[in-house]
């Protein structure tokens, strides 16, 4: 086996290993973003779809990175819809990817919804957001690193979800 058969061999049993664990750890990835310039590219991002939306009927319920910002619908022509989320399928972001046209650094923001669900609190020096229990301790639900990955609880995932009827798609795996 070739040092590069060994690699690809090594990157897809990497990748079988986290699809399988996907949701079952006490944190769930829910986005992962490298710069251009890093030897290793990989990218993770979710969608919530609606639980009875049949997502294998067609690839329409991707969610690119900097989907899912509001904007207007222009379909039929001449008329004009405002969608919260750009679309109207009922698919949301969990998390948002925000660019500057290279002015400022990109930001990564968690769903509103999601954030004020669970009532949580930002603490910037951490760059983690807490929620606190009724006897005042905190327990940490969202792990922000570096502004490109972001780990959230996979319990809060799960009642955020319910409440919603929604599904956490797969996330979408791009790797070299």
Not at 38 to 67: R, V
Request: proline share 5%.
């Amino acid at each position: 086996m070739t040092f590069e058969q060994e690699r690809q061999f090594l990157n897809t049993s990497n990748f079988v290993n986290r699809l399988m664990s996907f949701g079952k750890e006490l944190f769930t990835p829910v986005a992962k973003l490298n710069d251009a310039s890093e030897s290793e590219h990989e990218t993770i991002w979710c969608a919530l779809i609606p639980s009875d939306y049949d997502a294998l009927k067609s690839d329409g319920w991707d969610l690119n990175l900097q989907g899912g910002l509001p904007g207007f619908l222009g379909y039929p022509p001449g008329e004009t819809d405002y969608a919260r989320f750009g679309r109207e399928d009922g698919i949301e972001p969990l998390v948002f990817e925000r660019l500057f046209y290279g002015l400022k650094p990109r930001e990564i923001d968690i769903s509103e919804e999601f954030r004020h669900y669970h009532n949580l609190w930002f603490d910037s020096k951490r760059n983690k957001y807490y929620k606190f229990s009724e006897s005042g301790d905190e327990v940490e639900i969202i792990r922000c690193s570096e502004g490109s990955q972001v780990s959230i609880q996979t319990q809060a995932i799960k009642e955020f979800l319910a409440a919603k009827n929604m599904t956490l798609t797969l996330p979408q795996f791009n790797g070299q």
